[in-house]
């Protein structure tokens, strides 16, 4: 008995049997979360992906706008450069015109416009489309008329007084374009002037302000409206120097003001029989006619060919549309000059 009890104590443990409940194990389950922290996680997984989406959709979005803008910008850089090539054109138009001409008149070459002409480039599918035209200016009233060396001209100021109110402008128009043109002259030197150390006269003195370019800045810097606007342009200039109005071009409204007595009806149709074929030669012809209107006294100055236009052209280049303004002068035989250019908005 005592010795089997004995084996018996000695035999190992089966390696099936568990272990005491007294003794530890050496892994430890683990404790499970609570349902409000695991809502809590979802919550704040699904706002860093949503913050995230919003983040990467922004920078998408920039990229994309920038990348547009970069292409909007290198077409309207094309589309100047087309533009240019038809200012171009316009000034060999003009210059051919001041070789074959003596008189500017509506129904000649330079007088056409160009409209929706395509631009193609071999290799390039994409298609520019082009419309120019060219417009005489001295068969508008040229406000640098107003002034001499900065001084009012009074019998220039009755012209425009007239011409405002044939076209139902403001009589208040007068005095300001006066200022704006006589502050855009420099003045004339004294005849006392006192010459220069080297015996050559004194530099002319400076104007007050820089000539306008054009009757829209005018405009713009008076603050008038559209109707106005559009208005002072049909029958308005802004050129360097002084300029007679040439009769084969001008609308009615600027004639019947260049005559004191001439109705607007009686200038109308004048200008009728003018644009039907029967233009005036010389400005001799112009009197000749004026007179069977039955006016009296002598006849404005007048001429009937003209030495300054107005390039003017638009360009569509994919998103991009760019029109432009260059005032071209004419002076035969050299070639024409422009005088300078302008980007429209």
Known sequence: MTSQSSRTALRPPSRLSSPSPAQPTSRQPSRLTSPRERGAAVISAL??????AALTTSLFQRQTASTRRMENELSRVQARVMLAGGIDWARLVIRDHGKRESTTRGDQIWATPVLDTRIER????RVAVFSGRVQDEQGKYNLSNLA?????????EKVLRRLLNVQQLPDTLAAHLIDIIAAAQPPALAADAPSSTNGQPTATPDARAPLPRGVDEIAAQLGLDTPERNEMRRTMTVLPTATSVNVNTAPAEVIAALVPGLSLAQARAMTGERDRGNWFNNAGDFANRLAGTGIEGAAPTVTTASGWFMASGTVVYERARVSMQALVRSAPPAAPDTIWTRENP
Not at 122 to 125: E, F, I, N
């Open 47 to 52: 706002i860093i992906v949503a913050i995230v």
């Open 122 to 125: 071999p290799g390039d599918d």
């Open 148 to 156: 001499r060396n900065g001084v009012p001209q009074p019998e220039q």
